[in-house]
């Protein structure tokens, strides 16, 4: 009994923000989104007014759920098998990976005001770095951001160069692998190929897992780059209006409280829906050392 | 261990079968390094190049930003591309208000996350399993969800265009660092803190003098995950100080910056430069709490 009090008394702060930041938002959050409401006047009961609008007059929603899906479905792959990649370089046991982990590491903790200043730098269509690369390899230039077809992978290339924070998770994951897996693999004299493909990487899909799921949650809520590099516009044509950027112009530009609340539960639902199945496939590929079957 | 410049250069005087098959793994083994240096050098060069680019940026002439191709070493130094910046926008107001917020911020977290761990970790009660994996449950919820409701609370407080909604949350805890240092907590074995108890130390007591001692590591790794989430942070201060441009923080003043002087890049390559400064520096001096920090919030547990 002492005990729980004690107890309670520590985790208090905890309580408190499950509270009042966690729980009363999801329920509020859940309420708005059936109301109309200005976050000024009284909210008015709509049923479910704002979801059905979503989904049948709201061409940006379709477009902003297009461009995070493709955002999404490009970044999330690519985000994981780069600092995979640079992992099993690095965990070659060279020398001076400290240095090689620290340049990998640097860009995903630049904050995103300077990034994206910077990127928007480099990716001037007319001065910038990006497009002297591509002269300098006889390539045509870009538009980058200027261009409705570039635009998204421009965005893409720049969260990736920032993705070097995984390469950490990875080495940790590397460094976890029983070291007599790889001598009995050499005395049945497998090659360091085989080796890869029937120890590493199933050793390490746990850590491949782990950082699949970060990345997916992450880029359904990707925001600020986005909404800094194109002063909230999300142009050209919307192409880099993703889902975040809707949410936010209808909640605090528009005042749209109680339909901006409608699409953060149509995200939550996707992202929890992608989640889940991603949770479920791991069961077929995720193999966790220790665990039976 | 073998791969001295002596063990690898001696096999070449062997022409014996095992001698033979020694030289060939050392050859392996040498174009091996070499190979992964060369990829190694390659790739963290095209990792560098934006830095390069930035403060090269940060100090040349007009002119030169506009040239074609472009000039990587400026001609002269422009050195005074910094001192302009800094002062055409108040950065060191929005610097003021930016460490009030982080210090704030790392204080309050640090504190209240390590006391609600030392509850999860170190004191035995009914349902505690439950209410952690309630707190693992709240790590996954987009902040979509609860960023209006959260907004309205704080305008019924008065508290928009204050600092208060960026700072008097951190009181509270967050998921990932209560997770992280419950963690570092089960890891210190229960014997140390049985004889205290015995003793007739209170709980608090026990946090105080023996657990909060020997976590420091792990509290200074929320520390710093802390510090560099609020230094970094836009979306919070865009919804709160929007429109109260004396409060801005460095995020904020620069997006303000590159929204009127959008052409001027040599002064806004020197704005970044400067905001990125703190947080490489702070790197170099940390690396050890960083890499430890996401190993433990990795995958073990």
Known sequence: ?293 | MNNTPAALAQPSGFTSQRGGWRARKHRRYVISQITAHAVLIALSFVFSVPFLWLVSSSLKPNEQLFKIPPVWIPKPFMWSNYPEALTYIPYFRYLKNTAYICTFTVIAMTVSCSLVAYGFARIRWPGRETAFMIVIATLMLPYAVTMIPTFLIFKRLGWVNTFAPLTVPALTGSPFNIFLLRQFFLGIPMELTDAAKIDGCSEFGIYRRIIVPLAKPAMATVALFTFLASWNDFLGPLIYLINTPERWTIALGMYGFLSYRFTEWGLLMAAATVTTLPVIVLFFFTQRTFIQGITLTGLKG
């Open chain 1, 1 to 293: 009994m002492r005990d729980l009090i004690n107890a309670l008394l520590f985790i208090l702060p905890w309580i408190v923000g499950l509270l009042v930041f966690t729980v009363y938002p999801i329920l509020a959050s859940a309420y708005y989104s059936l109301t109309k409401y200005s976050g000024i006047k009284s909210a008015e009961w709509v049923g479910l007014a704002n979801y059905v609008s979503l989904f049948t007059k709201d061409k940006l929603f379709f477009k902003a759920l297009q461009n995070t899906a493709y955002f999404s479905a490009v970044f999330v792959p690519l985000s994981t098998a780069t600092p995979l990649c640079l992992a099993l370089i690095l965990n070659m046991k060279v020398r001076g990976m400290a240095f090689y982990r620290t340049a990998f590491y640097l860009p995903s903790i630049v904050p995103a005001i300077a990034s994206s200043m910077l990127w928007l730098w480099i990716l001037n269509p007319q001065y910038g770095l990006a497009n002297e690369l591509l002269r300098l390899l006889g390539l045509p230039p870009l538009g980058w951001l200027s261009s409705p077809k570039w635009s998204k992978p421009s965005l893409i290339l720049m969260s990736l160069w920032a993705s070097g924070g995984g390469i950490v998770i990875f080495l940790a994951g590397l460094q976890d692998i029983p070291v007599h897996l790889y001598e009995a693999a050499e005395l049945d004299g497998a090659n360091s190929l085989r080796r890869l493909f029937h120890i590493t990487l199933p050793m390490l899909t746990p850590s491949i897992f782990f950082n699949l799921v970060i990345d997916l949650i992450w880029s359904f809520q990707y925001f600020t780059q986005a909404y800094i590099m194109t002063g909230g516009s999300g142009g050209p044509l919307d192409t880099t209006l993703f889902y975040g950027m809707l949410l936010f112009r209808n909640a605090f530009q528009y005042y749209k409280m109680g339909y901006a609340s409608a699409m953060a539960w149509v995200l939550f639902v996707i992202v929890f829906v992608l989640t889940y199945l991603l949770n479920r496939s791991s069961k077929t590929w995720v193999h966790y050392l220790g665990a039976e079957g």
